[in-house]
Structure formats: C-alpha cells, structure tokens
C-alpha cells in the first residue's frame, strides 16, 4: 500500500502551522494546496486521529485482508485514522490451522499495511470461543492438554507479534449476558483459572504489550459489565498483569442506547485499568432513513463524548468506517448501515457528529480556535 497523498498533506499542513509559514516556504512545504494554508481550513481538514490525538487518545478502524486491494478503502483507512485492529487475521483458526503449525501470513500484511500507513496496531484475539481451528474444537482434551495448548498458542503468537502490536485482546467474550462464564472449551476444561494463566503467558511473552479482556453488551451497567468489574477487580488484588478492558460496543438502534456508559467507564477506570471502545459500530434495521440516520449520528456523538469525559478512554476503533465492508449484514439480516462513512466513502452524519465532538474537545481552552 503506497503511502496515501492526504496523510502527507494533513501532517505537511500540521507541521507549517507549527514551524510558521515562512520557515515552511523556506522547507519547501510551500506546494501545499491553498485551501488547506488558512488555520480555519487546516482544523476543517482535520482527520479523527488528528483530533483524537490532540486529546491523547487515538482514533481507529478494523481492516480485514480482503479489503487492502481495495485501494480507495484501504488508502482513506491509513489516511484518516491512526490505529487498527484485523478483522480476522490474529484469530485462532488463522495462526494455527494445525496443532502446532504457525501461520502469520495474514497478520503480518496487516502489521506490514499498518506500518506503511504510521497506523498503531491492536492485536485481536489470542483466546475465543468463535473462529477456532477444527483440530481444536473437534479434540477431547485433559486439562493438562489443553493447558499447554493454550500456553503454546498465546506464547507462540504474542512473540511473534511482539514489538508490533500496541495492545492484545488476551480473552474475547469470557461472559454470558447474566454475568456468568461462558462455557466455552476453555472455561468447562480448565476451570475459570484459564483467564489469569492466558494473561500471565501473554506477559511473559512480551511484558510490554497492554493486556485486555474484551466483549460485547457491556456497555451499559448491568449483570454482564458488573461481572467484568468483578473479575479485573479481583485480577488486580492478585496482582495478575491486567492493563485494559474492551467495550466492542456493537450498538443497535432498535434497543436503546446503554444506560450509564460514561459512569461505566469510570468504574473501570477507577480499578486502574484503561478502558477502549474496540469495535464500534451502530446498526439500524434497513432501510436507513434520514430520522435513523440523524439517531445513530447522535449515538456516535454520545459516545464520543463518553470516552471524552474519562481520561482512562484511551481510544476508539470502528468496527471498518464503511458500510462498503461491514460484517453486520451477514450476521444481522435486515441491519446494516452502522458506520459513519457509506458504501460510497462518503461521510454520513454520524461522521460529522464524530468529527465535532473530538473537535470541541480537542480546542485550545478559552474558547479560541486558532
Ligand atoms: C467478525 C469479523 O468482522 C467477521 O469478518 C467474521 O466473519 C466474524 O467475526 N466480535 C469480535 C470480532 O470480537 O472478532 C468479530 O469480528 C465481531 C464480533
């Protein structure tokens, strides 16, 4: 993936604003097109990363591998945000097809695409119930087995990436909707255990790299987050390496928005871990329509603003930015339309909703805009 135009532009623009505009014209930066030289312009261009990262925070997006040879796609992605995460790639059923028989093909275009672009790179998932290899799934296994399958996988993998990926999604989807554990092959093998053994292995692999536990429907308070809330607390008494939990935040129209989100973050935080929006995105049932759109276009405000409001919300990733490539019409017949640019590229409201929310908090204080 060559290195996109506006990236250049935006950071060019960035760094004329800093160094004055005649040492710019004096380093040659004078070729910059001139409806982005006015400051006013230079903050319309702004990208979500460049906002988000005025307020210390980074703006993402999922890639899965397929859509790198959509350039357009691909080459907006690298321009506009600042972080991403693979789709698919750093799965289970991806890096080890075979008991034992490593395969980072997949992760390493993504590491490769994500260098090329300046983008930081989160890593998804070491351990899930879903997108399991088959070798796997269809074994009996003793715990002991198990185990050292496990310790192999996460070892193996985090090594392999380390240096390279920012943060792992150690555990994906641990919990049940009551707040009790999933009974995954994992869990009804080894016990609960299992999750402070894959956190402590992923440390040990790379003791750098921020370790998180990630799931869907915690974004309000309620039984499944309070079980989350539970566990990291207790994790942290026992001094296991925990840095971060991972709200996918896969929203729905159609079932309100989560109460108490921003109170929700704050708990969390208040344990000393960071908290992240990992996956976001805000399906609708289809057809959208200028009311839906106008509701999803304040939700992403809302939650923008969430993440805002606690200093330990260290960043956003949308689930892909485009409802060119999404995974929710497929696995959510008759939803779509979750993301804030459509299958066009061009932004929808939820886009400009996002944009004015990173934007009013990036501001210098006293009001000024230069
Ligand atoms: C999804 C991918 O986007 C799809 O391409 C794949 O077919 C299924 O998985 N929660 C997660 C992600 O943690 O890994 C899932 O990604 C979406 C739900």
Redesign the pocket.
């Given at each position: 993936m060559t290195l996109p135009v506006q990236r250049t532009r935006t950071r060019t623009c960035a760094r004329a604003a800093a160094l004055g505009l005649t040492a710019a014209l004096a380093l040659g930066l004078a070729g910059m097109p001139a409806a982005h030289a006015g400051t006013e312009r230079h903050h319309r261009a702004a990208t979500l990363d460049d906002l988000a990262q005025k307020t210390g925070r980074y703006y993402g997006s999922a890639v899965?591998n397929p859509e790198l040879a959509d350039t357009a796609y691909a080459d907006l992605l690298g321009t506009e945000f600042g972080a991403t995460t693979p789709?698919?790639a750093m799965k289970w059923e991806s890096t080890e097809p075979q008991r034992g028989v490593f395969d980072f093909t997949a992760g390493d275009e993504i590491v490769n695409y994500a260098r090329a672009n300046g983008l930081k790179l989160r890593g998804?998932?070491l351990l899930w119930h879903n997108?399991l290899p088959g070798w796997l799934t269809s074994g009996t296994w003793t715990p002991d087995e198990l185990r050292s399958i496990l310790k192999n996988h996460i070892t193996t993998e985090v090594k392999h990436f380390k240096g390279k990926v920012f943060a792992w999604d150690v555990a994906?989807?641990i919990m049940n909707e009551d707040g009790t554990y999933r009974e995954s092959i994992f869990y009804k093998t080894l016990g609960p255990g299992y999750i402070a053994d894959a956190l402590r292995w992923a440390h040990a692999a790379d003791p750098k790299v921020k370790l998180y536990l990630?799931d869907?429907n915690v974004e309000a308070i309620g039984p499944k987050s309070d079980a989350y809330y539970t566990l990291i607390k207790q994790l942290k008494a026992d001094r296991v390496p925990i840095d971060g939990f991972g709200l996918?935040g896969?929203l729905a129209l159609q079932y309100g928005f989560p109460s108490g989100l921003k109170e929700n973050l704050q708990r969390f935080a208040a344990l000393r871990v960071d908290v992240a929006f990992t996956?976001l995105d805000i399906r609708m049932n289809l057809p959208s329509d200028t009311a839906k759109l106008t509701q999803q276009a304040d939700w992403y405000r809302q939650v923008t603003d969430a993440c805002l409001a606690v200093k330990r919300c260290v960043g956003i990733t949308v689930?892909g930015y485009s409802d060119r490539h999404s995974?929710i019409p497929a696995v959510f017949p008759g939803e779509g339309a979750a993301l804030p640019w459509d299958e066009n590229l061009a932004h929808k409201p939820a886009y400009d909703a996002i944009h004015d929310a990173l934007a009013a908090a990036a501001a210098p204080p006293h009001g000024k805009n230069g």
């Open positions: 899965d789709g698919n998804h998932t997108q994906n989807e990630n869907y996918q896969h996956e689930w995974w």
